[in-house]
C-alpha cells in the first residue's frame, strides 16, 4: 500500500504545531508522546499502520474549529476519526498528519419524540443511541454489525448500513442535519429537523465523503418508533443459486423482509463450530427477518414459506419465540468472530444486482481454487451487498498480497456485472486504487472538484478514495 | 447505461451544451415543461429539451430497479412498474392542477427537483431512491455517479447533490430508481373537524405508533393516516390507529380506490387549484407548522394543509406585494425552517427569492459548487439562486 511521503517541513516542526494546538485546546486534549500516538496507528484493517504526528480529542464544535485553523494555517494534513473501526483504512494516519479524534464529544443534545428525532455529538456510538431513546418506543434504524464501538462520526463519513437497511435504508436516509467544521475552521450548519433541506443536497454530499470535505461535529438523526415486534425464519438450500432465487422471488412478491441475510457453507460450518448455533448441514442458508404484530409476522412468514416451498427447500426453521429468534440470530452475529478464530481473513464489501448472484457465487468459487485460498460468503442478500471473507494466514509470506490480488479481482467482477467497489464499508485507502475500474476519468474529476470546493488545500485526508496518481497535482499545489 | 435508446441522444446533447460554453451562451433545460413556471424565470435565450433521452433501459423487477432516460414521461414509467405491480415509492406530486400548466412531467424533472409526495415520510424522498445518474455537467462532459446496485458508497454521492439541484449543475441524462412493490392494501384512519395544532398531535401519535404510516396529513378539517401492506396487515393497522385516535374523536376509516383518491387529493394540493393566490411550501419541525400558521393568520390572510405529519406546510395567500414572502420567511427562519414559493406569476417570481436564500458560509460553498460543475453558468441560470 503506498502512501505518500511525510512532508520534512511538517515533520520538522512537530513541537511548534503541538504548542499551538495545545494552547487553543483543553488540557490533555493534545496527544503527541511516541508510545501514547501508536494507538491511533490503525483503524480496524489492522494490515496497515503508520503513528500519526499527533493526535488531537476536542471536547467541542468550538474546539474543533480552533484546532482546524491552527492547522489550516501550519498546511498540516487531518485525519478525522470516530472510534477507529473502519475496514477500509479511512482513519489509517500518515506520519506527518493530526488525528482529530471526536470520542470525546459524545453527548445528546435534544431529544424529541414529537417531531422524531434526536441530536447528538458525533463521537457517541451508535448503539448508545437507540439507547438513548428506546425507553421511550423508539430507536435509530441504521445497525453496522459493530455498532457497540462505531461512532455517529464514522457512520455519517462512510455512510454506514447495517443488517436492517433493506427496509429502513442506511445512514444517508437517516440523517436530517450535521454541525460540520471545515478545513478552514468555519462552522457550518447544513440540513435541520426538517425532512428537506433548501438549496442543493450537501448534506447528501457530506455523508459518505469519508473525512475529506470537513469535520462532522453534531448531527441531527430521525429516530422511528419500535415495530410491535420482530420474528426471523431460517431456510437452507441444496444450491447457492436456489437460495439466490428464492431472495428474488420474496422481494418481488411484496412481502419486504427487514433484513434477508445469506451465508454459505463455508460459513455455516465457521459458525458452527464457533457458536453451536444449530445451524442446518446445506450447501446455503437464508435468515428472513419480518416486523409487525404477531399476527402479521405469522402471516407474512407464511407467505415468505410458501414462496420458499416453491425452491424446495432442504430446512424451514420459524422462529415462535424470542428464544427461537435469537438461536436463529446467534450464528450470523457470530460470523466475523468466528471466521477470526479460525483464520486472519479479508472482509470485502461489493454490491451486485440480485440477479447476478447465483453467476458471482459461481465464480467466486472458481477464483478461490485458482488462487488457493478459502472464501466464506455472508452478506446482506436482500440488497446484493456481498461480504465474501477471503481467509488467509497472516504468518505466512505472501498470503495477505495473494489475498488482495483475489479480492481486487472479485471487486472487478462486481463492477462488472453492473455493481460496485464498496456497499458500505467506504473506499478509504483499501479500494483507492480499483477506483479506475469504476469510474472514468471525468467520473472522478467531478468528484475531485467537489473536494476542492470543500476543502481547496486538499487538507482532509488526503490521500484516501481516489488513486494517489490521480489526486497528485492537487495535493502537491496545496 | 451502454446500449441505452438514449446513448446517441445523450451524445449530441453533450456537444450541444459544450458548444453553448464555448460560446458562453446560456441555456434553459425543458423536460415535460410543466413546472416551468416555478421558481425564477430562467435568463437563456435558448431551450434544451430533454425530449430524445426517452426510453426505459432496463427494468429488474427482482432486484427492484428502473433506469430510464431524464426524458422519460412519468406517465410511461408508472404504467411499466405497474404493469410488474411496481411504483416510484416516493409518490411525486403532479404540478399540473396547482400551476394550471399542461405537458407531460418528465422523470428528469422528478429528479432534479426532488419532487417527493406523502410517503417521503415512510419511504424516503426521490433522493433516497435514486441510486444512479447521467448528466451533462456545465462544459458538455458526462458525468456518471453512483449506479444500478440498492447499496454503494464507492466515492462520493453526487446522486444526492444531483437531486433538488433544478438543473443548475448538470443535464440529467438518466437516473436509475429503487422501485419497490405496489402493496396488497391501503387504508386511511380519517378524524375530522379537529383544529391544526390538535390535528399535528393526532398525526404525531399515529408517527410515534408501531403501525408504519405512510402518510399523515391534515387540511379542510379532515385528519388523514394512511397504512398499506397486506391485506391482513391493514385489517390489523386500521382499526389499531382508530384506538389510538381515541381521545381526538371518533376515526373513520376508508380503504381501496376511495383512499387512494384522497391521497392523491393531498400529493397533488388539490384543496388549492383553481383557487387564485400565491401558493408556498414550507418546511418545519411538525409541531411547528400550526404554529407558524397561527403567527401567520394573526398578520394576514392565508389558507393551510398540512402533510408529512404538519412539517410541510402549503400556504395559499393574496399575490398582492410580496406575496408574503417577507412575513413567511420571518416566522419561517425563527422557526428553523424554509420557504419556497411554488406558485406565482412571473413578474412576482422575479421580485421575490423563490427559494430560500442561503447563509453566506453555505451560500459561498454552493458557489463554489456550482463553479465547479458549470464554470460560465449556463445551466438554468437564475433559475434556483442569482
Ligand atoms: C466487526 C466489524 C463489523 C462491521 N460491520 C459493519 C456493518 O455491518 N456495516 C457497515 O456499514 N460497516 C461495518 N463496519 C465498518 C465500520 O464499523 C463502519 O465504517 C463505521 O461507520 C466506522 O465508524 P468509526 O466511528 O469507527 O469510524 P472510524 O473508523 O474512526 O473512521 C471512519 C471514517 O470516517 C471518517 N471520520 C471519522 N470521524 C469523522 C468526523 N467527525 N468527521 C468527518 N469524518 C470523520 C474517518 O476519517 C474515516 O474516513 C464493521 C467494522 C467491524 C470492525
Same mark, same amino acid.
Given at each position: 500500500?503506498?502512501m505518500p511521503?511525510?512532508?520534512a517541513?511538517i515533520?520538522?516542526?512537530k513541537?511548534e504545531i503541538v504548542?499551538r494546538?495545545? +494552547?487553543?485546546?483543553?488540557?490533555?486534549a493534545?496527544i503527541?508522546? &511516541? *508510545?501514547? $500516538?501508536? !494507538?491511533?496507528e490503525?483503524?480496524?484493517? =489492522?494490515?496497515?499502520r503508520?503513528p500519526?504526528?499527533?493526535?488531537?480529542l476536542?471536547?467541542s464544535? +468550538?474546539?474543533?474549529?480552533a484546532?482546524?485553523?491552527?492547522?489550516? &494555517? *501550519?498546511? $498540516?494534513? !487531518?485525519?478525522?476519526?470516530?472510534?477507529? =473501526?473502519?475496514?477500509?483504512g479511512g482513519?489509517l494516519?500518515?506520519?506527518d498528519?493530526?488525528i482529530l479524534?471526536?470520542?470525546?464529544?459524545?453527548r445528546?443534545?435534544?431529544?424529541?419524540?414529537?417531531?422524531?428525532?434526536?441530536r447528538?455529538?458525533?463521537g457517541?456510538t451508535?448503539?448508545?443511541?437507540?439507547?438513548?431513546?428506546?425507553?421511550?418506543?423508539?430507536?435509530?434504524?441504521?445497525?453496522p454489525?459493530?455498532?457497540l464501538a462505531c461512532?455517529i462520526?464514522?457512520?455519517i463519513?462512510?455512510?454506514?448500513?447495517?443488517?436492517h437497511?433493506?427496509?429502513?435504508?442506511?445512514?444517508?436516509?437517516?440523517l436530517?442535519?450535521?454541525t460540520m467544521?471545515t478545513?478552514?475552521?468555519e462552522v457550518?450548519e447544513?440540513?435541520g429537523?426538517?425532512?428537506?433541506?433548501p438549496g442543493l443536497?450537501l448534506l447528501g454530499?457530506i455523508?459518505g465523503?469519508?473525512?475529506?470535505?470537513?469535520?462532522?461535529?453534531?448531527?441531527?438523526?430521525?429516530i422511528?418508533?419500535k415495530?410491535?415486534?420482530?420474528r426471523p425464519?431460517?431456510l437452507g438450500?441444496?444450491?447457492?443459486?436456489v437460495a439466490?432465487?428464492?431472495?428474488?422471488d420474496i422481494i418481488?412478491?411484496?412481502v419486504?423482509p427487514?433484513?434477508?441475510?445469506?451465508?454459505?457453507r463455508p460459513?455455516i460450518r465457521?459458525c458452527e463450530?464457533?457458536?453451536h448455533?444449530?445451524?442446518?448441514?446445506?450447501e446455503?442458508l437464508l435468515?428472513?427477518?419480518?416486523?409487525?404484530?404477531?399476527?402479521?409476522?405469522?402471516?407474512?412468514l407464511a407467505?415468505i414459506?410458501?414462496i420458499a416451498a416453491?425452491?424446495?427447500?432442504?430446512?424451514m426453521?420459524e422462529?415462535?419465540?424470542?428464544?427461537?429468534s435469537?438461536?436463529i440470530?446467534?450464528?450470523?452475529k457470530?460470523a466475523?468472530?468466528?471466521m477470526?478464530?479460525?483464520?486472519?481473513?479479508m472482509c470485502?464489501?461489493g454490491?451486485?444486482?440480485?440477479s447476478?448472484?447465483?453467476?458471482?457465487l459461481r465464480?467466486?468459487?472458481e477464483m478461490?481454487?485458482?488462487?488457493?485460498?478459502?472464501?466464506?460468503?455472508?452478506f446482506?442478500?436482500?440488497?446484493?451487498n456481498?461480504h465474501?471473507?477471503?481467509?488467509?494466514d497472516?504468518?505466512?509470506?505472501?498470503d495477505l498480497?495473494l489475498?488482495?490480488?483475489?479480492?481486487?479481482?472479485?471487486?472487478k467482477?462486481?463492477?462488472e456485472?453492473?455493481g460496485?467497489?464498496t456497499?458500505?464499508?467506504?473506499?478509504?485507502v483499501e479500494k483507492?486504487?480499483?477506483?479506475?475500474?469504476?469510474?472514468?476519468?471525468a467520473?472522478?474529476?467531478?468528484?475531485l472538484r467537489v473536494?476542492d470546493a470543500?476543502?481547496?488545500?486538499w487538507l482532509?485526508?488526503p490521500?484516501?478514495?481516489?488513486?494517489?496518481?490521480v489526486t497528485?497535482?492537487?495535493?502537491?499545489?496545496a | 447505461?451502454?446500449d441505452a435508446?438514449?446513448?446517441?441522444?445523450?451524445?449530441?446533447?453533450?456537444?450541444?451544451?459544450?458548444a453553448?460554453h464555448?460560446?458562453?451562451?446560456?441555456v434553459?433545460?425543458?423536460g415535460?415543461?410543466?413546472r416551468?413556471?416555478?421558481g425564477r424565470?430562467?435568463?437563456?435565450?435558448r431551450a434544451?429539451s430533454?425530449?430524445s433521452?426517452s426510453?426505459?433501459?432496463l427494468h429488474e423487477?427482482?432486484?427492484l430497479?428502473?433506469?430510464?432516460g431524464?426524458?422519460?414521461?412519468?406517465a410511461?414509467?408508472e404504467?411499466?412498474?405497474?404493469?410488474e405491480?411496481?411504483r416510484l415509492?416516493f409518490?411525486?406530486?403532479?404540478h399540473?392542477?396547482?400551476?394550471?400548466s399542461?405537458?407531460?412531467?418528465t422523470?428528469g424533472?422528478?429528479?432534479a427537483?426532488?419532487?417527493?409526495?406523502?410517503?417521503?415520510?415512510?419511504?424516503?424522498a426521490?433522493?433516497?431512491?435514486m441510486?444512479?445518474?447521467?448528466?451533462?455537467d456545465?462544459?458538455?462532459?458526462?458525468?456518471?455517479n453512483g449506479?444500478?446496485?440498492?447499496?454503494n458508497v464507492?466515492?462520493y454521492?453526487?446522486?444526492?447533490?444531483?437531486?433538488g439541484?433544478w438543473?443548475t449543475?448538470?443535464?440529467?441524462?438518466?437516473?436509475?430508481f429503487?422501485v419497490?412493490p405496489?402493496?396488497?392494501?391501503?387504508?386511511?384512519v380519517?378524524?375530522?373537524g379537529?383544529?391544526?395544532?390538535?390535528?399535528?398531535?393526532?398525526?404525531?401519535?399515529?408517527?410515534?405508533s408501531p403501525?408504519?404510516?405512510?402518510?399523515?396529513?391534515?387540511?379542510e378539517?379532515r385528519?388523514?393516516?394512511?397504512?398499506?401492506?397486506?391485506?391482513?396487515?391493514?385489517?390489523?393497522?386500521?382499526?389499531?390507529l382508530?384506538r389510538l385516535?381515541?381521545p381526538?374523536?371518533?376515526a373513520e376509516?376508508?380503504?381501496?380506490?376511495a383512499?387512494a383518491?384522497?391521497?392523491r387529493?393531498?400529493r397533488?394540493?388539490?384543496?388549492?387549484?383553481?383557487?387564485?393566490g400565491?401558493?408556498w411550501?414550507v418546511?418545519v419541525?411538525?409541531?411547528?407548522?400550526?404554529?407558524?400558521?397561527s403567527?401567520l393568520k394573526?398578520?394576514g390572510a392565508?389558507?393551510?394543509?398540512?402533510?408529512?405529519?404538519?412539517?410541510?406546510v402549503?400556504?395559499?395567500?393574496a399575490?398582492e406585494?410580496?406575496?408574503?414572502?417577507?412575513?413567511?420567511?420571518?416566522?419561517?427562519?425563527?422557526?428553523?425552517?424554509?420557504?419556497?414559493?411554488?406558485?406565482?406569476?412571473?413578474?412576482t417570481?422575479?421580485?421575490?427569492?423563490p427559494f430560500?436564500?442561503?447563509?453566506p458560509?453555505?451560500?459561498?460553498?454552493?458557489?463554489?459548487?456550482?463553479?465547479?460543475?458549470?464554470?460560465?453558468?449556463?445551466?438554468n441560470?437564475?433559475r434556483?439562486?442569482g
Amino acid at each position: 500500500m503506498q502512501m505518500p511521503e511525510p512532508e520534512a517541513r511538517i515533520l520538522s516542526r512537530k513541537a511548534e504545531i503541538v504548542a499551538r494546538l495545545e +494552547a487553543a485546546l483543553s488540557p490533555g486534549a493534545v496527544i503527541h508522546a &511516541e *508510545e501514547e $500516538v501508536r !494507538v491511533y496507528e490503525c483503524d480496524a484493517l =489492522t494490515a496497515y499502520r503508520c503513528p500519526p504526528l499527533a493526535v488531537i480529542l476536542p471536547s467541542s464544535t +468550538a474546539e474543533v474549529a480552533a484546532a482546524l485553523r491552527i492547522l489550516h &494555517e *501550519e498546511r $498540516v494534513p !487531518v485525519v478525522p476519526r470516530g472510534s477507529g =473501526t473502519s475496514l477500509a483504512g479511512g482513519a489509517l494516519p500518515t506520519a506527518d498528519s493530526v488525528i482529530l479524534g471526536v470520542a470525546r464529544m459524545n453527548r445528546v443534545l435534544e431529544t424529541d419524540y414529537e417531531n422524531r428525532f434526536i441530536r447528538v455529538e458525533t463521537g457517541r456510538t451508535n448503539l448508545s443511541v437507540t439507547g438513548a431513546v428506546e425507553a421511550e418506543g423508539f430507536f435509530y434504524a441504521p445497525d453496522p454489525s459493530s455498532q457497540l464501538a462505531c461512532a455517529i462520526a464514522g457512520n455519517i463519513a462512510m455512510n454506514s448500513g447495517g443488517a436492517h437497511c433493506l427496509k429502513y435504508g442506511v445512514t444517508t436516509n437517516n440523517l436530517l442535519g450535521v454541525t460540520m467544521v471545515t478545513m478552514e475552521g468555519e462552522v457550518l450548519e447544513i440540513g435541520g429537523h426538517a425532512l428537506d433541506a433548501p438549496g442543493l443536497d450537501l448534506l447528501g454530499v457530506i455523508c459518505g465523503s469519508e473525512g475529506q470535505l470537513g469535520v462532522v461535529t453534531e448531527a441531527t438523526l430521525r429516530i422511528l418508533a419500535k415495530p410491535e415486534g420482530a420474528r426471523p425464519i431460517l431456510l437452507g438450500f441444496d444450491e447457492n443459486e436456489v437460495a439466490g432465487a428464492c431472495v428474488s422471488d420474496i422481494i418481488r412478491a411484496g412481502v419486504l423482509p427487514v433484513a434477508i441475510e445469506f451465508m454459505d457453507r463455508p460459513c455455516i460450518r465457521a459458525c458452527e463450530d464457533f457458536a453451536h448455533a444449530g445451524y442446518p448441514d446445506v450447501e446455503a442458508l437464508l435468515i428472513v427477518e419480518v416486523e409487525g404484530s404477531e399476527a402479521e409476522i405469522d402471516d407474512q412468514l407464511a407467505k415468505i414459506r410458501e414462496i420458499a416451498a416453491r425452491h424446495s427447500p432442504r430446512e424451514m426453521r420459524e422462529s415462535r419465540s424470542a428464544e427461537e429468534s435469537a438461536a436463529i440470530w446467534k450464528g450470523r452475529k457470530a460470523a466475523f468472530g468466528a471466521m477470526g478464530q479460525i483464520n486472519d481473513y479479508m472482509c470485502l464489501d461489493g454490491t451486485i444486482p440480485v440477479s447476478a448472484l447465483p453467476l458471482v457465487l459461481r465464480r467466486i468459487g472458481e477464483m478461490s481454487r485458482d488462487f488457493g485460498l478459502d472464501v466464506a460468503n455472508v452478506f446482506h442478500a436482500g440488497d446484493g451487498n456481498m461480504h465474501p471473507l477471503i481467509l488467509f494466514d497472516a504468518n505466512k509470506p505472501g498470503d495477505l498480497e495473494l489475498c488482495e490480488a483475489f479480492g481486487a479481482e472479485i471487486l472487478k467482477l462486481c463492477v462488472e456485472v453492473g455493481g460496485c467497489l464498496t456497499g458500505e464499508h467506504g473506499v478509504g485507502v483499501e479500494k483507492r486504487d480499483l477506483m479506475e475500474h469504476q469510474y472514468s476519468a471525468a467520473d472522478l474529476e467531478a468528484q475531485l472538484r467537489v473536494k476542492d470546493a470543500f476543502d481547496p488545500r486538499w487538507l482532509l485526508n488526503p490521500a484516501k478514495v481516489f488513486p494517489l496518481h490521480v489526486t497528485a497535482g492537487r495535493r502537491m499545489a496545496a | 447505461m451502454k446500449d441505452a435508446p438514449y446513448a446517441a441522444a445523450e451524445s449530441a446533447l453533450a456537444g450541444e451544451i459544450a458548444a453553448a460554453h464555448e460560446a458562453g451562451e446560456p441555456v434553459e433545460i425543458v423536460g415535460g415543461g410543466t413546472r416551468r413556471a416555478l421558481g425564477r424565470p430562467v435568463q437563456a435565450a435558448r431551450a434544451v429539451s430533454t425530449a430524445s433521452l426517452s426510453g426505459i433501459a432496463l427494468h429488474e423487477p427482482g432486484a427492484l430497479t428502473l433506469v430510464a432516460g431524464a426524458g422519460t414521461p412519468l406517465a410511461e414509467v408508472e404504467a411499466a412498474l405497474a404493469r410488474e405491480g411496481q411504483r416510484l415509492a416516493f409518490e411525486p406530486m403532479d404540478h399540473r392542477g396547482l400551476l394550471g400548466s399542461s405537458g407531460e412531467p418528465t422523470l428528469g424533472a422528478v429528479a432534479a427537483m426532488n419532487n417527493s409526495g406523502p410517503r417521503r415520510i415512510q419511504a424516503g424522498a426521490a433522493r433516497d431512491a435514486m441510486l444512479g445518474v447521467r448528466l451533462i455537467d456545465g462544459r458538455g462532459e458526462v458525468v456518471s455517479n453512483g449506479g444500478r446496485v440498492m447499496k454503494n458508497v464507492t466515492g462520493y454521492d453526487l446522486v444526492k447533490l444531483m437531486a433538488g439541484s433544478w438543473g443548475t449543475l448538470g443535464l440529467l441524462t438518466e437516473i436509475a430508481f429503487k422501485v419497490l412493490p405496489i402493496p396488497e392494501a391501503e387504508a386511511t384512519v380519517m378524524l375530522t373537524g379537529l383544529d391544526d395544532a390538535r390535528a399535528v398531535e393526532a398525526l404525531s401519535a399515529a408517527l410515534g405508533s408501531p403501525y408504519d404510516v405512510t402518510g399523515a396529513a391534515h387540511g379542510e378539517g379532515r385528519t388523514l393516516v394512511r397504512v398499506e401492506g397486506f391485506a391482513a396487515q391493514i385489517a390489523h393497522r386500521g382499526p389499531a390507529l382508530a384506538r389510538l385516535f381515541s381521545p381526538f374523536g371518533k376515526a373513520e376509516i376508508v380503504s381501496g380506490e376511495a383512499s387512494a383518491a384522497l391521497w392523491r387529493g393531498v400529493r397533488d394540493v388539490e384543496a388549492f387549484h383553481g383557487r387564485e393566490g400565491a401558493v408556498w411550501r414550507v418546511s418545519v419541525k411538525p409541531s411547528e407548522g400550526p404554529r407558524l400558521v397561527s403567527a401567520l393568520k394573526a398578520q394576514g390572510a392565508f389558507a393551510a394543509l398540512y402533510d408529512w405529519g404538519g412539517g410541510l406546510v402549503w400556504l395559499l395567500t393574496a399575490e398582492e406585494g410580496d406575496a408574503g414572502a417577507a412575513l413567511i420567511r420571518a416566522e419561517t427562519r425563527a422557526r428553523g425552517g424554509h420557504a419556497t414559493l411554488v406558485r406565482g406569476s412571473a413578474a412576482t417570481r422575479a421580485a421575490v427569492e423563490p427559494f430560500e436564500p442561503a447563509a453566506p458560509g453555505i451560500a459561498a460553498l454552493e458557489a463554489r459548487l456550482r463553479a465547479a460543475f458549470d464554470p460560465k453558468s449556463i445551466l438554468n441560470p437564475g433559475r434556483m439562486r442569482g
